[in-house]
């Protein structure tokens, strides 16, 4: 079946827009990670979704960025007023099952943010 | 001092060469994850795991609880194989974690004909 998704693949924003970041996890997967990757680093955790509960959102780095999953399947991750310091890739992956630390995550091809 | 530390940063193989690179951890692990990541693309996994050893291909990858480091090898490597490769681990003993994932920086790897 498909992959995860995740749309724009690029975005370019002046600083001060608003920008919103799609992913589509694979069907039926309960777990839905976001992640941060700046470049030349290693990824870092944002957000953690459980069907439709955020979890944990102790990786946002400022009330800017917020996250949603309604309806516990399609995510959005919302940037308001973005900063240079914003331009980064944000990666989104999802997991099957609950509790899953022992649990493949598969990753969506990310989306690479420039803030001008 | 990260929670996750990767050797080396950089490196640079010969065609057919063996590569070791290494993971060392300092939190309670319910899994380890090597990842693999081409330029301008996903994230692909290759091995998690939370003991002993898998093997997959030319690939091989290690793990000792005690002293909380890992190893991915790579057999007779390939120009192919050129990619960053990250270690992560997923904090928590058992069911206890939801799987939310630590990474390493990431060594990149560069093989040539």
């Known amino acids: 079946g498909a992959g995860v998704s995740q749309s724009p693949r690029y975005k370019v924003a002046k600083r001060g827009q608003d920008v919103a970041l799609r992913c589509d996890p694979i069907s039926g997967h309960v777990s839905l990670f976001w992640y941060q990757q700046a470049l030349g680093q290693g990824p870092e955790f944002l957000t953690y979704f459980q069907n439709e509960a955020q979890l944990d959102k102790s990786g946002l780095p400022s009330d800017r960025f917020f996250a949603e999953r309604p309806e516990g399947s399609v995510s959005t991750l919302k940037i308001q007023r973005t900063q240079q310091e914003d331009s980064a890739v944000y990666l989104c992956?999802?997991?099957?099952?609950?509790?899953?630390?022992?649990?493949?995550?598969?990753f969506g091809p990310g989306t690479r943010l420039t803030v001008t | 001092k990260n929670e996750v530390e990767q050797s080396p940063q950089n490196l640079t193989a010969q065609e057919g060469e063996f590569i070791t690179i290494n993971c060392s951890y300092s939190?309670?692990?319910?899994?380890l994850h090597w990842l693999q990541q081409h330029p301008g693309g996903g994230i692909v996994s290759l091995f998690m795991l939370s003991s002993g050893k898998k093997k997959h291909g030319r690939l091989i990858a290690t793990i000792n609880i005690q002293e909380k480091h890992s190893s991915l090898h790579i057999t007779a490597s390939h120009p192919r194989d050129s990619a960053v490769y990250i270690c992560?681990?997923?904090?928590?003993?058992?069911?206890?974690?939801?799987?939310?994932?630590?990474f390493g920086q990431g060594t990149i790897l560069t093989v040539h004909p």
């Open positions: 992560a681990a997923s904090p928590g003993a058992g069911g206890t974690s939801y799987g939310k994932l630590t």
């Open positions: 992956a999802s997991s099957s099952l609950r509790g899953g630390g022992r649990h493949e995550q598969y």
């Open positions: 939190v309670g692990i319910s899994a």
